[in-house]
């Protein structure tokens, strides 16, 4: 599937029921992360019959044992993201959440992968502190801000990785119809809390 083309229903359908391999994952995800609203509709109408329980195990189980999260802190993730991390531990957890949303020094895409690992790594420890991790990954993921085509492909796949950590997160606390609602919103075009950030990384891409 190359960039312009739309991807077919097979892989739509295995995107949906949680079967495509990482790849398909990853390219259907930046199809519909480039706003393409015919490929969302079309998720959104797979979506409609209802998601059986259970349907999205085997979607959290390959998330598990991907090497990007799951395995400790990203090799990848530079010093500069481990400082800011530590300078929003520093804050109260309100002031943290609010400068993750609102301060454009907190918008780095290794911050976005730590805080989505914290999560991660809080899963069976403590569900407040784990929710509070994924919500601001995706915070910042959201805000992310790309120049190249190159960087604006980066962002998606950190908006997606951060997307699926706050509805893994959304899930093992038992709110399926949050984490549902959640990847519902990441899927949409439409949705006023997603779409300026989808409109700059159309742009970009």
Known sequence: MTDCEHPSDDFLRRFVAGTASRDEGRQITAHLLRGCRACADRV?????????????????????????????????VDAEAAKLLAELDAQPALRQEFLARNSRRYLSPDLARLLAQRSFDLRYQEPRPMLRAARMAVAVSERLQATTPEEAMQHADVRALCTSQLCNALRVTNDLT????????????????RSPRLKESAIHA
């Open 44 to 76: 959104q109408v797979l979506l409609l019959p209802g998601v059986p329980m259970g349907a999205y195990d085997a979607v959290f189980k390959h998330l598990e044992s991907s090497p990007r999260l799951g395995a400790g802190t990203p090799t990848s």
């Open 178 to 193: 949050g984490a549902e609602r959640a990847m519902t919103e990441a899927l949409s075009p439409c949705s006023p809390k």
